[in-house]
T-cell receptor
Framework: DAKTTQPNSMESNEEEPVHLPCNHS???????IHWYRQLPSQGPEYVIH???SNVNNRMASLAIAEDRKSSTLILHRATLRDAAVYYC????????????FGDGTTLTVKP | DVKVTQSSRYLVKRTGEKVFLECVQD?????MFWYRQDPGLGLRLIYF???????EKGDIPEGYSVSREKKERFSLILESASTNQTSMYLC????????????FGEGSWLTVV
């Protein structure tokens, strides 16, 4: 299975932008890049996903490198409620069911 | 909204007991998953199912089995619970396509004493 690599932790100040990186150098052409986040004592929730082009939604933006070997989740203005563990995963077109999560990045937001 | 419901939020079981963790989803999803989450170890896939009666092992299947007799229900079974299976268990579901979102339940906290 394709693996992703993320920093263990990052810090941000409230109301500042946050860029969370993810490396996925073994990505294949039909793999989607998904991001999820997990708030304390809850199950993970979907944030955003993309294939090749950058994506925006109400929660965040996803910037995908031209070679697709890395991506960045962008929170435009971090709030205290954004403090969570963020997971970047690849979902393969074949065997899409077997989605493997890594350890994620723990984001701390300081007031 | 998609809903993934795990039957028990908190359970305490004795060593050697047979434990059933039940999960139900209401959106006709083909894929269902069971993950285990321990502090500092992220989410680890135990089993997943891509159709009724179909299952595949994940990364840590030892000590667990699963059952999917109906499309909406996926059960995780600990045949003989041990203390090292004390953990949070997360059920999830998705449509069978890489572009589709995975939806998670709230989690079941299992303590084996």
């Amino acid at each position: 299975d394709a693996k992703t690599t993320q920093p263990n932790s990052m810090e941000s100040n409230e109301e500042e932008p946050v860029h969370l990186p993810c490396n996925h150098s073994t990505i294949s052409g039909t793999d989607y890049i998904h991001w999820y986040r997990q708030l304390p004592s809850q199950g993970p929730e979907y944030v955003i996903h993309g294939l090749t082009s950058n994506v925006n939604n109400r929660m965040a933006s996803l910037a995908i490198a031209e070679d697709r070997k890395s991506s960045t989740l962008i929170l435009h203005r971090a709030t205290l409620r954004d403090a969570a563990v963020y997971y970047c995963i690849l979902r393969r077109r074949t065997n899409a069911g077997k989605s493997t999560f890594g350890d994620g990045t723990t984001l701390t937001v300081k007031p | 909204d998609v809903k993934v419901t795990q039957s028990s939020r908190y359970l305490v079981k004795r060593t050697g007991e047979k434990v059933f963790l039940e999960c139900v989803q209401d959106m006709d999803h083909e894929n269902m998953f069971w993950y285990r989450q321990d502090p500092g170890l992220g989410l680890r896939l135990i089993y997943f199912s891509y159709d009724v009666k179909m299952k595949e092992k994940g990364d840590i299947p030892e000590g667990y089995s699963v059952s999917r007799e109906k499309k909406e229900r996926f059960s995780l079974i600990l045949e003989s619970a041990s203390t090292n299976q004390t953990s949070m268990y997360l059920c999830a579901s998705s449509l069978d396509s890489s572009g589709n979102t995975i939806y998670f339940g709230e989690g079941s906290w299992l303590t084996v004493v």
